[in-house]
């Protein structure tokens, strides 16, 4: 086992840990869906659909064009193997993970629960809310009528008190997702969607974290604390250390240094998971979401690939560098720029509405990247794609993909959210209250 890694070593490490080290099916099936969900072992929620739902696009990225509907089915389905839960954000996981999240039920029970909270003060809500559930099982927020929702809306956006109690519930782990209808969650009791087996069965705290840290070492391939902190959103350290010490005297983990990995001036403490690869080259081209494990840590990304990334949602439009919703562009084993997409349905045209190169990209970057944006548009069922002006990269793009049109864009372009429904559930970089779940998550 290796005690020290080059930075590319790291990087080949990291990808193929993700599945980014797998030739792409011919064909992505149930199989090939559960392999790449159990190699990321949660796959994050977001409602931004500029181009794709998020959750969509970690699949898109490791095993190409698949059928979302096939993804819906396995995610949504009744008795669906996985269920959602504040993971690492809000989540898909296995159904049978539900009780390695009690320490994060209880601690929201605490936070959320206590004295002058919001549940304490509308404890009438929450249990006529619980006998709903009960009496006529999963529903939609829009099925379940109360006088109270006439009444002022709270601060999570802006939803009335019937939402709020069922968020609340599901926080705590009386309430389950059981299913959506288009991006609107179904709730229901847990105990009518959670195993009993699972549901009687909850994980000891120290237990939990030791097993999260395990798992989130293997899905990083090599790791900081922080990056395998930050994985589960666990923030308690002395909890993570004694994991990874636990971990390391029983053999899975090994002590590693990692090239430019730093700590100020020293060396940062890293581990290699005993199952983790070094490949000898990471041959791949994938457009990543800012919500892919390879990058959903800004740190990390910036320590992996050099590459310093902020979505810009929520900057003002003339502030912005890249784009609205700019996304990593991987080939091979570094990001070598960044891509904004929107799916323009009305013209069935994919819009790259910015494009820009990283340092040291390969000769053929745009080549491949103009591929992956064909292959892009075909999985989204458009017909076309056209290209802005804006950004380095785009007439290099713009040359090899003479079937593109062009079209003017710029940081000041207004682009909207499109979710589903109105106060969608999950927010760009972040749902409602999630400072306050971060500080919980330990």
Known sequence: MKSSLSAAEARRVALAAQGFARPRPSAAATRQLNGALARMATLQI???????RSHYMPLFSRLGAYDTAALDRLLFARRSPYVEYWAHMASFIPAADWGLFDFRMQAMRAKYGGAGSWSDTHREILDWVRAELADRGPLRPAQIEHDAKKGARGPWWDWDVVKQALEHLWLFGEVAIAGRRGFERRYGLAEHVIPHEVLDAPVPRDDAVHELVRRAAQAHGVATAADIADYWRIADRKAITAALDDLTDAG?????????????????????????????????????????PVVWFRDRAERLFDFEYRIE???????????YYSLPVLIDDDVVGRVDLKADRAASTLRVQAAWWEQGRPADAAPRL??????????????????????????DLARVMPEAARHD????????????????DESAEAEPGAEAVEELAS
């Open 252 to 292: 899975e983990l090994h002590p590693v240094t990692v090239e430019g990995w730093t700590t100020g001036r020293r060396p940062a403490k890293a581990w290699l998971h005993r199952e983790a690869v070094v490949p000898r080259r990471i041959d791949a081209t994938a457009i990543l979401t800012p919500f892919d």
């Open 313 to 323: 949602i929520y900057t003002p439009a003339p502030q912005r560098r890249f784009g």
């Open 370 to 395: 103009a591929e992956e944006l064909r292959l892009a548009a075909a999985w989204q069922g458009l017909e076309s794609v056209s290209i802005s002006r804006w950004g380095d990269a785009v007439d």
């Open 409 to 424: 864009a710029g940081p000041a372009e207004a682009v909207a959210l499109s979710p589903e429904e109105p106060g969608a």
């Open 46 to 52: 977001d409602s931004v659909n500029v181009f794709a």
